[in-house]
């Protein structure tokens, strides 16, 4: 028996709809490297290079927080109800 409620379970997800799965319920941990800030947070200011970080980012991609700590950004997704999954 099938559960899903899904009304578009007959077809693959378009880009749009793919996007938007788990915005405001889901973030992504993502490692990286100093040297990779500037292309997520253009924002940020200049850091030394080689230092592993972590950021925080919604379900569709956006930055939201760059952290020294796996554990920070993973306490600031809780604090904001969101679901965390790492990607690598």
């Known amino acids: 028996m099938n ?4 009304h578009h379970a007959d ?6 709809e793919l996007a938007n799965l788990g915005l ?8 990286l490297r100093s040297d990779e ?4 947070f253009p924002e940020a200011p200049k850091l030394q290079p080689g230092m592993n970080l972590f950021a925080l980012l919604s ?8 952290t020294d700590s ?3 950004a ?3 997704a809780w604090a904001h109800d969101l679901t965390t999954v790492s990607l690598h």
């Open 3 to 6: 559960h899903n409620t899904n």
């Open 11 to 16: 077809r693959p997800l378009n880009v749009a």
């Open 24 to 31: 405001g319920e889901m973030a992504y941990v993502k490692p």
């Open 37 to 40: 800030v500037a292309r997520l």
């Open 59 to 66: 379900a569709s991609g956006e930055p939201i927080m760059l």
């Open 70 to 72: 796996r554990e920070t």
């Open 74 to 76: 993973v306490a600031n």
